[in-house]
């Protein structure tokens, strides 16, 4: 479920810019990177998860586990932080499909 009223909120130098995805109990805004002038992605550990510590080390391994992989359809990690006690990782923006949609469409086997 997206956090309310975050379209035009600053989460540190990112200016939400609206709901880009979600899945599972995460969700991915578009945003811009105030400071380079782009686009990212931001995640967001949900607020109703801030409190557990399990969700905030499971979040906090996605970020690393991600940071080590290079590979041209894996979104790079590119910053991660925390807000207002919420736990953020920015990644790079990408275009396309999701794999749930792929998977659905039989293009993936």
Known sequence: MAEPGLTGRHIGPYRILGEAGHGGMR???????????????????PASLVESADARVRFEREARAASALNHPHICAIQDIG????????????MQGETLKHAIDGGRCR
Do not use: S
């Open 82 to 93: 925390e807000y207002d006690a919420q736990p953020f990782l920015v990644m790079e923006r």
């Open 27 to 45: 969700v991915v805004y578009e945003a811009e990177d105030t400071r380079l002038g782009r686009r990212v992605a931001l995640k967001l550990l």
